[in-house]
């Protein structure tokens, strides 16, 4: 009786550990500043750009605001190749103000 507590008790722990490495391992969601951008067109081309990209889960891109705001898997992709990836588009991902914060 007391054993088999115990071992619920491992395997609830061990349950939680999944849990919080699957919480803590990869998606993060930054906001990109991006110049240049004028209409619906501008924008879709980069969302396209980044959801093309290895990594990138989701990318919602408003050119009015001029911002890309991308959901990735940090273990896949960078923040700077995500920059990269908006340059190439011909756009111009700024640097500074980024993150969630
Ligand atoms: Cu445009």
């Known amino acids: 009786m007391f054993k088999r507590v115990i071992t619920f008790a491992a395997a609830a722990a061990l349950a939680l550990t999944l849990v919080a490495a699957a919480a803590s391992a990869a ?5 990109i500043r ?28 408003n050119a009015e605001k001029g911002e ?10 960078t923040e700077a190749r995500l920059r990269e990836v908006i340059n190439a588009t011909g756009f111009k991902a ?8």
């Open 68 to 77: 890309a705001v991308v959901r990735y898997d940090d273990e896949k992709v």
């Open 27 to 31: 998606t993060k969601t930054v906001t």
């Open 94 to 101: 700024v640097e500074g103000s980024s993150g969630n914060n």
């Open 34 to 61: 991006v110049e240049g951008m004028k209409c619906g067109k501008c924008s879709g081309s980069v969302a396209k750009a980044l959801k093309a990209t290895h990594g990138v889960e989701d990318a919602e891109v």
